[in-house]
Each structure stands twice: as structure tokens, then as C-alpha cells.
């Protein structure tokens, strides 16, 4: 068979196979555009290739996939010269027919100004009728509209919702961007927890901000770890300092309590049995408490004090003359006279 027959055969084939892709639901992802009367010309040479070809006449009945199809041939330039006002053309056909992938696209050429003049409230009209259908894409491209204000008035929450409507579908777009709003606490309380939650999701996906986000994350907790492995001994010996302290702090107050007690017992005993001047009761009452000022001067000494010294001795004579004025007046006060009978309170009424 001569050259000219084998490409026939490989030709022929080729579409047969493209007719047999298509009747199993195989779809061209939709993008661009071209003027008609020359499109046709190079239709007709068989320039464009078997996408166009098989694309284009069912197009021209109506057909909403392959007119999506013909839009993103002639957005994207692929197979024929681009051309956005036919792209723009062929989808609105596809998009009026319901086809989800047509109304993102021609929200796409209306947000971006690619054959008609930018027109953002278009845009989300597009989007909207698409994302009401399920679409990912759409869904994350409403919130994308919601979150920067574009087309309609800013809303966080409501970028939130189609955000996490298209992440859930998994959308890594839509997740790393529900990552930076938790991150920030964009319309949502902030919450580190969750944003890493959804950082991670993406970055599984291959989103290159997500991953590195997550690789400083991770440098961060390596860092945090070393440093505390760095501190932990000054931390330990630190906290075993404050609870030797505090046993400490515990014993002194037990010391001094015993002290101030063993001192208040001879004075309530010397002041009412001796006519021996305040000083004097004061310095016998404290020097029969030796060894308990001796517990809380070594107790004091352990917190690297010794404030139990001669100071103190000073200050506590003052105190202890003062408890024996005390003692002294309460015990010479006159009891009070008895009640009158009619005023006892064991009278029966």
C-alpha cells in the first residue's frame, strides 16, 4: 500500500476512534476562539485536525458538549487560530444549554476581559448557575468573587461556604484557601488546628504554597524541639529549686509558728504571776524559747536568709513587751457583773 493509502487508513481509523471516545462520554475541557468564515475555510482543508472536525458539525446541531469543546479550542488556540469573541460565542451556546464546564468558562472570559469589556457581576452570574450545579471549579471561583468583593459585595462567610463546598469535593484550591482563612481567622474564628488541617489536604495534592506552609511548619516544630531539649535541664532545675523552696517556706512558718507560740505561753503565764517590769517578762519569755528560735534561724538560713539574727531579736522584744500589756490588762480587768434574773438566758418565758 502506497503512502497516500496508509495515511487514509491511519485517518480513517483515528476517527473512528475519536466517534467511539466520544459516545463514552469523552469531553474536551473548554477554553478559547476564531472567525467563522475562515474557520470554515480551514475546516474544509482539513487543517484543524480530527477534533475540529468531529467537533464542529455537531456543534452546529446543538450539541452542548461539542460546542463547549469548539469554545475551548478557540480560547486556548488548540487546533485553531485563537480567537476569543468566537470562543465567547460557543460558549454562551453550550452555557445557555445548562453545560456546567461552559458557564465556568464563560464566567472566566467575562471576569477576565477576553472578547467582551470585564464585567464581574456577569462573571458571578455564571459561576453561580454552575456551582448550583456541583462544580468544584465553580464553587471555588464564587468564593474566590465573595472573598476579594468582585461582582458582588465582600462577604467572608459566604467565601467560606463555597470554599468549603468545593474543598469537600476536593478542590486543593478551595483547601488552601479555607487554610488561610482559619489561618488569619477570616470570617471564621481563627484556629491554627484546622487551618493545618486543611494546608495539609492540599499539600497532598500537590499545591505547592500548601506544601510549603507545611514545610515550615515543620521546621518550626524541629526547631521548637530542639531548643527544648536545649532548655529542659534549666527548666528541671529550675522547678526542682522552687519546690525545695517551697518545703522550705513550709518548714520556716512551722518554725516560726512554734517560736511566736512558745513565746505567747510564757508571756500569758509571767505577765499575771510577776510584777517584774514588761522588758524583763519580754527577754525571759524569749529566752526560755531558745532552741525554737534556733529551729527557725536554721530554717530561715536554708532559703539563704538568716533573717533570725539580732535584728530580729530587736523587733520581737517590742512585740512580746506588747503581749505583755495585753496580758496584764485582760487579766486585771473586772469580770462583768451578772445579769439581772429576768435577763438570763436560761429563763424560761
Not at 468564593?143 to 461582582?151: A, D, K, S
Not at 527548666?235 to 519546690?243: D, I, V
Not at 505583755?324 to 451578772?338: I, K, M, T, W, Y
Amino acid at each position: 500500500m502506497g503512502g497516500a493509502g496508509m495515511l487514509l487508513v491511519f485517518r480513517t481509523a483515528f476517527f473512528i476512534l475519536m466517534l467511539g471516545l466520544m459516545g463514552c462520554g469523552g469531553r474536551s475541557v473548554p477554553v478559547a476562539a476564531g472567525p467563522d468564515k475562515d474557520d470554515q475555510a480551514a475546516y474544509d482543508r482539513s487543517d484543524y485536525g480530527p477534533e475540529f472536525r468531529l467537533n464542529k458539525p455537531l456543534a452546529d446541531q446543538g450539541n452542548a458538549d461539542a460546542q463547549n469543546s469548539l469554545g475551548g479550542m478557540f480560547a486556548t488556540g488548540r487546533g485553531v487560530r485563537q480567537n476569543d469573541a468566537e470562543a465567547m460565542k460557543w460558549f454562551r451556546l453550550a452555557a445557555d444549554q445548562g453545560n456546567p464546564l461552559a458557564q465556568i468558562s464563560l464566567g472566566g472570559m467575562f471576569r477576565n476581559a477576553r472578547g467582551v469589556p470585564r464585567n464581574d457581576a456577569e462573571a458571578v452570574k455564571w459561576y453561580r448557575l454552575a456551582a448550583d450545579q456541583g462544580h468544584a471549579n465553580a464553587r471555588f471561583n464564587l468564593g474566590e468573587m465573595f472573598r476579594t468583593g468582585q461582582g458582588v459585595p465582600r462577604n467572608d462567610a459566604e467565601a467560606m461556604k463555597w470554599y468549603r463546598l468545593a474543598a469537600d469535593q476536593g478542590n486543593a484550591l478551595a483547601r488552601f484557601n479555607l487554610g488561610e482563612m482559619y489561618r488569619t481567622g477570616q470570617g471564621v474564628p481563627q484556629n491554627d488546628a484546622e487551618a493545618m488541617k486543611w494546608f495539609r489536604l492540599a499539600a497532598n495534592q500537590g499545591h505547592a504554597g500548601a506544601q510549603a506552609i507545611q514545610e515550615r511548619g515543620r521546621i518550626a516544630l524541629e526547631e521548637a524541639r530542639l531548643r527544648e531539649e536545649k532548655e529542659r535541664p534549666a527548666k528541671e532545675a529550675a522547678l526542682r529549686a522552687a519546690a525545695k523552696e517551697a518545703t522550705l517556706r513550709v518548714a520556716l512558718r512551722a518554725a516560726a509558728d512554734a517560736y511566736g507560740a512558745c513565746v505567747r505561753g510564757n508571756v500569758d503565764r509571767f505577765a499575771v504571776a510577776s510584777d517584774e517590769p514588761a522588758e524583763t517578762i519580754a527577754r525571759a519569755s524569749m529566752a526560755l524559747c531558745r532552741s525554737q528560735l534556733s529551729e527557725a534561724r536554721d530554717r530561715s538560713c536554708d532559703l539563704r536568709r538568716c533573717s533570725y539574727g539580732e535584728d530580729f531579736e530587736r523587733l520581737m522584744m517590742n512585740g512580746v513587751m506588747g503581749w505583755v500589756l495585753v496580758a496584764r490588762a485582760r487579766h486585771s480587768q473586772p469580770a462583768p457583773p451578772p445579769l439581772p434574773r429576768t435577763l438570763r438566758p436560761d429563763m424560761q418565758i
